[in-house]
């Protein structure tokens, strides 16, 4: 992995109590030694795996003034990590379920673009067994778990102001909280809305296999097409790029799905990050709720399942073996 740490700072915040989260800074940044650029690698590596939400900087934010300053030369690298943690330690004293951890500033450089990556780093215990078969308790950094993290694209961010996915986030296990304390941190608000992109994506499909009148067949197997080449820039870990779908799908009438896409005002970026949860409803069914999960392949629609919209009932000829067989055997047969 050809990533370069240029610097990289680590505080502490630990509870105290209910009311305090005291701080513990470095008085230095941390050396770049073989296990510091092992760590960094390993999180860039499960950060870019993760989901991530998209934002940018409010015009107030006090952490992007700070570190503009930082970037011109008007502060150090760790004075500005200093008082930064000092104003997430503030942000999180707000909320009743702060917890302590390790507060990462990481200054890298990954294929010629430069990121900062933030993130709140929880510690957990384990047990190892040593040369004399001694077990002992160890303390590890649990960065797969991690879900206070926060990336910025320098070189996006510096190079293309107007941009709205500079600064990515994740949201957070525990809820939207997190996302709303981490967001006011950074002084910053929601940019690109991938679902959204995702959601205009499969209406935009839907509409232009509408327009050319296909039949069932036709359209079904249009949208596995799309599907097909979403998942493959999913697996790739690249954006969905609208023109390069339309290459690869054959045109509907005189024109191709990308100008459909521009005349028809859907508003879709040139490109745009795959989400798996939506790309699905390309290919399947799918729900829950009320103690009933239901997932099945679209093609199934009118053939095997039919939806009554005006009873809300699904009839469903031919049921799986196994899920026959519990039936059969929870009614004893009859």
């Not at 991530?52 to 900087?57: E, Q, T, V």
């Not at 760790?78 to 702060?98: H, I, N, Q, V």
């Not at 780093?121 to 001694?134: K, P």
């Given at each position: ?51 991530k ?23 150090d ?92 986030f ?40 509408a ?60 490109s ?7 790309l ?29 919209p ?25």
């Amino acid at each position: 992995m050809s990533l370069d740490i240029d610097q990289i700072a680590l505080h502490q915040l630990i509870k105290r109590d209910e009311q305090t989260l005291e701080l513990v800074l470095r008085d230095s940044l941390l050396p770049a030694t073989q296990a510091v650029s092992e760590l960094v690698e390993e999180l860039h590596r499960i950060y870019s795996a993760k989901s991530k939400a998209f934002g940018l900087f409010n015009a107030e934010s006090e952490l992007a003034q700070t570190l503009r300053e930082c970037r011109d030369g008007q502060q150090d690298f760790l004075a500005f990590s200093r008082a930064a943690t000092g104003r997430l330690r503030d942000e999180l004293a707000k909320y009743p379920f702060a917890e302590g951890g390790i507060v990462l500033f990481c200054h890298y450089r990954y294929l010629a673009v430069e990121y900062l990556l933030i993130a709140v780093l929880n510690s957990q215990s384990s047990m190892r067994v040593n040369e004399q078969l001694d077990i002992s308790s160890v303390h590890y950094l649990d960065i797969n778990h991690a879900d206070i993290v926060a990336r910025i694209d320098l070189t996006e961010w510096e190079t293309n102001p107007e941009s709205t996915r500079y600064l990515t986030f994740l949201r957070g296990r525990v809820g939207r909280k997190v996302a709303d304390f981490f967001m006011d941190f950074l002084g910053a608000s929601v940019g690109l809305d991938t679902k959204a992109q995702n959601r205009g994506l499969l209406q935009a499909v839907d509409d232009y296999c509408a327009e050319s009148s296909l039949d069932k067949a036709e359209r079904q197997n249009y949208r596995q097409q799309v599907y097909s080449y979403c998942n493959e820039q999913l697996q790739a870990g690249e954006e969905i790029a609208i023109e390069e779908l339309a290459r690869e799908l054959p045109p509907l009438g005189e024109k191709n799905f990308q100008q459909f896409t521009k005349e028809q005002g859907y508003e879709l970026e040139e490109s745009f990050p795959a989400d798996r949860t939506t790309l699905r409803q390309l290919t399947k069914f799918a729900g829950r709720g009320g103690g009933l999960t239901i997932n099945f392949d679209a093609m199934l629609l009118g053939e095997r399942i039919f939806w009554d919209p005006a009873t809300d009932t699904l009839t469903i000829k031919g049921t799986p073996p196994n899920l026959r067989d519990q039936l059969q055997r929870r009614t004893g047969g009859q």
